[in-house]
Every structure is written in C-alpha cells, then in structure tokens.
Nanobody, 127 residues
Framework: QVQLVESGGGSVQAGGSLRLSCTAS???????????MGWFRQAPGKEREGVAI???????RYEDSVKGRFTLSRDNPKNSLYLQMNSLKPEDTAMYYC??????????????????WGQGTQVTVSS
C-alpha cells in the first residue's frame, strides 16, 4: 500500500524558514526513483495548487511566487522528498501536500496528474 507521510510544518513569522519532508513507503526504492514527486498547497477557500515538482530525471519546476525562495530536492535511496522554504510570506500559509505520479509522463504542477497523496502538513506564516 502506497503511503506518503509529510512532516516539518509549523508556525513561523514572515521571513522565517521551514523544511518540509515527505517519506514514501509501499514501493521499492527503484520504483520511487521513477516517480514524479511534488509539493502542493491549499489555502482555505482556494483551489489546490502546485508549488514545486521534481521529475524522475531530477529536473525541477516551481510556481512563480516561490521561485528563488523554495528549493525542492529528493533523496531516492531514502524514498524522500524535501522542500526548503525560505523568506516565507503570509501568503504561503496553507496546508502543504506531498504527491506522487507514477505514470511515465513529464512532470507538471497540475494536481490532477498526481495519483498518490499524503495527508498534509500545515504551514502558517504570520506577519
């Protein structure tokens, strides 16, 4: 059974930093390495949006508002995904979700293309 577990969320003041982690289980390290992985977020009353994704080749893509502030990385031997978030802003406040796409397709920021999801971790940034 595929499971994604996020951690690292919390409450910080504007300008602060957080590091989100996601650990995947239920498939082999090789299988994990073939997945496109991503972080998505959803604020109250808003649609879920893509924040950053990393494909099976290690290429990354970021949503425009987080470019230069967030850094995504993956550790395939550990079946893990990380999101370093710096210079946080109040508008970054949301529930953050880790997601995986096992299909052999290019990585995108579209939530609809990801078929495995974690339960989410809350990030709150105060001004």
């Amino acid at each position: 059974q595929v499971q994604l577990v996020e951690s690292g969320g919390g409450s910080v003041q504007a300008g602060g930093s957080l590091r989100l982690s996601c650990t995947a289980s239920g498939f082999s390290t090789y299988t994990y390495s073939t997945f496109n992985m991503g972080w998505f977020r959803q604020a109250p009353g808003k649609e879920r949006e893509g924040v950053a994704i990393i494909d099976r080749y290690g290429s990354t893509r970021y949503e425009d508002s987080v470019k230069g502030r967030f850094t995504l990385s993956r550790d395939n031997p550990k079946n893990s995904l990380y999101l370093q978030m710096n210079s946080l802003k109040p508008e970054d406040t949301a529930m953050y979700y880790c997601a995986a796409n096992g299909a052999w397709v290019p990585g995108t920021l579209r939530p609809s293309e990801y078929n495995y999801w974690g339960q989410g971790t809350q990030v709150t940034v105060s001004s």
